[in-house]
């Protein structure tokens, strides 16, 4: 089975604080992604990685950064969090960019809460 | 700005009825689409891809697509409680050399015994 983890579940954090969300997953996926979720707006996409220091911006990249330094973990940056970030935070892996069936699997969601 | 447009709902049916959920979509190059199933407070999770006009049945699911009215929907037979959440349409994008998903809104189900 595919296993998406999240460093954390929940996370509380001040205004102007660097916040690190952290993914990890243990299938040797190519593709790597975060995505933010908030009532009425659905998934949103925020940057992906389909390599080793690759990255392309979502939708929303705005505020955000990322780091893929090795193939199984990204990293989500938030180099000042703002209350506008409070959210739930998805990670998702896909095997490759080239399948146009490939499946993205979720990890649980980091709801982090900027104060 | 590719959009994913689903009926938020609620949509309430009683248990062992059909539920149908429906999507469209506005690229009309999209070749795939997912369905997912959240429930609340939990991440989203597949429920089955389809690609091909037509119909694709997998246990009580069954995904339809109709490319030329770029409309796809999920059929659940014999609902039950535990089918409760929301339902994301979710699509390839055509454009670019890598597949990002476009997600809908969600529908949100509620199946009473």
């Known amino acids: ?115 | 700005q590719k959009e994913v447009e689903q009926n938020s709902g609620p949509l309430s049916v009683p248990e062992g009825a059909i539920a149908s959920l429906n999507c469209t979509y506005s690229d009309r190059g999209s070749q795939s689409f997912f369905w997912y199933r959240q429930y609340s407070g939990k991440s989203p999770e597949l429920i089955m891809f389809i690609y091909s006009n037509g119909d694709k049945e997998d246990g009580r699911f069954t995904a339809q697509l109709n490319k030329a009215s770029q409309y796809v929907s999920l059929l659940i037979r014999d609902s039950q409680p535990s089918d409760s959440a929301t339902y994301l349409c979710a699509v390839i994008d055509s454009g670019g050399s890598n597949y990002k998903l476009t997600f809908g809104k969600g529908t949100l189900l509620t199946v009473n015994p």
């Open chain 1, 1 to 115: 089975d595919v296993k998406v983890t999240q460093s954390s579940r929940y996370l509380v954090k001040r205004t102007g604080e660097k916040v690190f969300l952290e993914c990890v997953q243990d299938m040797d996926h190519e593709n790597m992604f975060w995505y933010r979720q908030d009532p009425g707006l659905g998934l949103r996409l925020i940057y992906f990685s389909y390599d080793v220091k690759m990255k392309e911006k979502g939708d929303i990249p705005e505020g955000y950064s990322v780091s893929r330094e090795k193939k199984e973990r990204f990293s989500l940056i938030l180099e000042s969090a703002s209350t506008n970030q409070t959210s739930m935070y998805l990670c998702a892996s896909s095997f490759s960019r080239l399948v146009a069936t490939d499946t993205q699997y979720f990890g649980p969601g980091t709801r982090l809460t900027v104060l």
